[in-house]
C-alpha cells in the first residue's frame, strides 16, 4: 500500500496496490503497521460505518466535538465521490484550509480525516456506497456542522448542479461561528 500527505500534510491518501485477474481482484484495505507508518499515530478504530447516497447529496461538512472528537479512514466501494477535509484547528497553520481527493470503487483510495478536521462529500456517480471506519463512537449531542459553501472556506466542489441536503447540512455554520 502506498500513501501520500496531501496539501495539509496530516490528510493522507492511502493507495492500495490492487491484485487483479479475470476473476476478480483482492487488495489489502488496511493495514495499522503502514497506517502507523503514513500518520505517526496509534489509533484505535471502535466503529465502522457504511451509508449510500445518490448522484449529488452532499453531506457535510461535519465533525465531533472532544472529548468525542472522531478521526475518519474513508473509502468507496461502489461509485465515485469528492471527499474534502477542512482544518478546524484553531492553532493550526493550516486553519481553515481544504484538501479534497476523488475516492472511487475503481481507484480503492482511502482518505485519512484526522480528529480536528471537518469531513464532507459530493457523490459523482449515480450512487455511491461509503464505509469509513472512526476512532471515537457517534455522538449526537458532540456532532456539529459547518455550511458546505462557506465562501471563507471556499471549497471548489465539482458538479454542483445538483445539490441534495440534509435538513441538517441546510443549517450548517459559517466556520467563523462554528463552535470548535
Known sequence: MNYKKLAIPEVVLFEPRVFGDD?????????????????????EFVQDNHSKSSFGVLR??????????????????????????????????TFGQWVGAILSAENKNQLWVPEGFAHGFITLSESAEFLYKTTNFYSPEHERSIAWNDPAIGIEWPNLEQVLLSAKDQVGVLLANAEL
Open 23 to 43: 476473476r476478480g481482484f483482492f487488495f489489502e484495505s488496511f493495514n495499522q503497521k503502514i497506517f502507523k507508518e503514513a500518520t505517526g499515530l496509534d489509533r
Open 60 to 93: 457535510g461538512l461535519h465533525y465531533q466535538l472532544a472529548p468525542m472528537a472522531q478521526g475518519k479512514l474513508v473509502r468507496v466501494t461502489q461509485g465515485e465521490v469528492f471527499d474534502v477535509a477542512v482544518d478546524i484547528r484553531k492553532e493550526s497553520p
